[in-house]
């Protein structure tokens, strides 16, 4: 870089003629040793800047104690306005260092001090930009034309029935077209949709033909029929909503994502763009910087209800897993905090009831997880999503017939053979000690999360449950097994300590809150396999700071 140049970072610009800060409010107060550790941190290019370099190069080898060092970097963080819990600008590596997060480009010397180079709109970061809103989804009148001589009713009873399923879904706005003064008059959004219905005869039975498309466009992202009966007419109700609900909202939510705007005007922008984001994230450091994006959203906006679920999931998850050992007990209070304020903005919001019971479960608070876990099926039973966190929270609870039973509910609503619950029924096979069972859902689990999006064939957490089943089943190849899965582990580790075997069962039941009739069950089976592959220790490899691609949830990690 020009010895002469500006640095520009984040939000600010480092004037090194001038020796001083600037930020997008003018001129930051810097004290001379922050300055000073801040051009070494810019001059690293986002590499591990050491203690001891520190020391001797800010300090000029003088003797001084490391609080020296933690009160600057202090003052770093207030003055960049960063968290030590989710940091944009300054990463702590433990016991070696520190590290400058945002690219460091150079600047002419010259250019205007009252800004840190471009920086994203207000509507782009969420500060100052207005709400908007959800994706809109309007129920047009159900076209019974066919089947009215026969059946006068039945367009009417479906239609109130369809609505009052999906107005207990509360990320999608539900316009009725008998509210004439709310139906759509024209000049849609790239978030309106519409939802068509057509009855006409199968044979002697009627049959519901529904559709979903663009109201902008008129494009049908959408399409489906069901069968309806002549016999029972509460199934017809059953059928259709399950068609609805599990299948084409999805739809329309992945067709939202997929047409975002290049810049975001809303909070609504921010949010889809940031949920997209959730889909992509390759590494600690992307899943850091988006738990700060979440967290700017709510700071600026604490009563938008839908950015605290996913903070919360990075929060409870090792950031979805891509820094193994990354998340301890301060995230897990952030995120307990999170989901008390979530419930309090909206009671009448399944997921949130879903994520505080999750919260009070890792809490050890097993009362008060049944009442939220049992508010959230109260709320919304047609989610299959909710379902799925909700099962998985009873396996964890020690009731395995409720959560057999609600996997089997949620079977009932998987439109897909790709969105089917494998991973969590392996659990539940395993829990059960049907091992041969659980290692066949598991070779099967793919996970389709339609709330991150996130499609893959094997998580962290799959390739655990299936080691555990291999050692109850004392499968031939258990050693292979283990040595695999261990060294997977030790890829992603990004502990504060070293990964041994001792740090990897209490990740295990750190992220795995098993029971206490479970526990020692499975430690069990853990221990002898892990001692199988390397006499109790993973086979030494460099970790890769910040995980390998970022794997979704598995079982119980949706929350």
Not at 42 to 66: H, M, N, P, Y
Not at 211 to 236: C, F, H, K, M
Not at 238 to 246: F, M, P, S, T
Not at 370 to 375: D, K, T
Request: hydrophobic share 40%; charged share 25%.
């Amino acid at each position: 870089m020009e010895i002469g140049s500006d640095l520009l970072f984040g939000d600010f610009r480092l004037d090194r003629n001038d020796e001083r800060l600037w930020g997008p409010q003018g001129p930051v107060k810097l004290g001379n040793k922050a300055y000073q550790v801040l051009l070494k941190l810019a001059g690293q290019e986002g590499r591990l800047l050491t203690k001891d370099v520190l020391f001797a190069s800010v300090w000029d080898g003088t003797i001084v104690s490391e609080s020296a060092l933690t009160s600057v970097i202090k003052e770093l963080r207030r003055a960049l306005g960063d968290d030590v819990r989710t940091p944009r600008y300054i990463e702590s590596v433990y016991g070696r260092g520190y590290r400058l997060l945002p690219e460091v480009r150079s600047a002419g010397a010259d250019a205007p001090r009252n800004e840190a180079g471009p920086a994203p709109p207000a509507a782009a970061r969420g500060d100052g930009a207005r709400l908007g809103d959800p994706p809109l989804l309007y129920i047009a009148a159900f076209d019974d034309e066919a089947v009215r001589g026969s059946q006068p009713h039945l367009a009417a009873v479906l239609r109130e029935e369809v609505l009052f399923a999906l107005s207990r879904f509360r990320d999608i706005r539900l316009v009725s077209a008998m509210n004439a003064a709310a139906a759509p008059g024209g000049g849609y959004g790239e978030r309106d949709y519409q939802l068509s219905v057509r009855l006409l005869h199968d044979g002697g039975a009627p049959r519901a033909f529904a559709r979903i498309s663009r109201l902008s466009s008129q494009e049908i992202i959408w399409a489906d029929n069901v069968a309806l009966s002549d016999v029972n007419p509460g199934d017809n109700v059953e059928q259709l909503v399950r068609k609805i609900a599990a299948a084409a909202l999805p739809r329309l939510h992945d067709d939202v994502l997929r047409n975002l705007p290049q810049q975001a005007d809303d909070v609504y922008g921010v949010y889809f763009r940031n949920r997209l984001r959730m889909r992509s994230q390759d590494s600690l450091k992307e899943a850091r910087q988006l738990a700060a994006s979440w967290e700017q959203l709510i700071r600026q906006h604490p009563t938008f209800g839908p950015a605290y679920p996913p903070l919360i999931r990075l929060y409870n998850t090792d950031f979805c897993y891509t820094g193994l050992g990354s998340t301890g007990d301060e995230e897990r209070a952030r995120a307990y905090e999170l989901a008390q304020k979530a419930v309090a903005i909206d009671r009448t919001e399944a997921h949130f009831h879903t994520v505080k019971g999750w919260c009070h479960i890792w809490a050890g608070e097993e009362p008060l997880a049944r009442e939220h876990l049992e508010e959230a099926l109260r709320l919304n039973p047609y989610n299959q999503n909710r379902l799925v966190e909700v099962a998985t929270a009873f396996m964890f609870l020690d009731d395995l017939d409720r959560a057999d039973a609600l996997l089997d509910q949620c079977r009932n609503l998987t439109p897909l053979a790709a969105g089917a619950p494998h991973e969590e029924e392996g659990l539940l096979h395993l829990l059960r000690r049907e091992f041969d069972r659980a290692a066949e859902q598991l070779a099967l689990a793919s996970r389709h999360h339609p709330d991150d999006g996130v499609v893959t064939s094997r998580t962290i957490i799959s390739d655990l449950y299936a080691l555990l089943a291999a050692a109850g089943s004392e499968a031939p190849d258990l050693a292979i097994r283990s040595q695999a899965w261990q060294d997977k582990v030790a890829q992603r580790w990004c502990g504060p300590q070293p990964l041994d075997k001792d740090r990897l069962i209490g990740w295990v039941l750190y992220q795995q809150p098993f029971h206490a009739t479970q526990r020692e069950w499975v430690l069990g089976l853990l221990e002898p396999a892990l001692d199988l592959a390397g006499q109790g220790r993973p086979r030494t490899r460099a970790p890769r700071r910040g995980g390998t691609k970022s794997s979704p949830l598995g079982a119980g990690e949706a929350l």
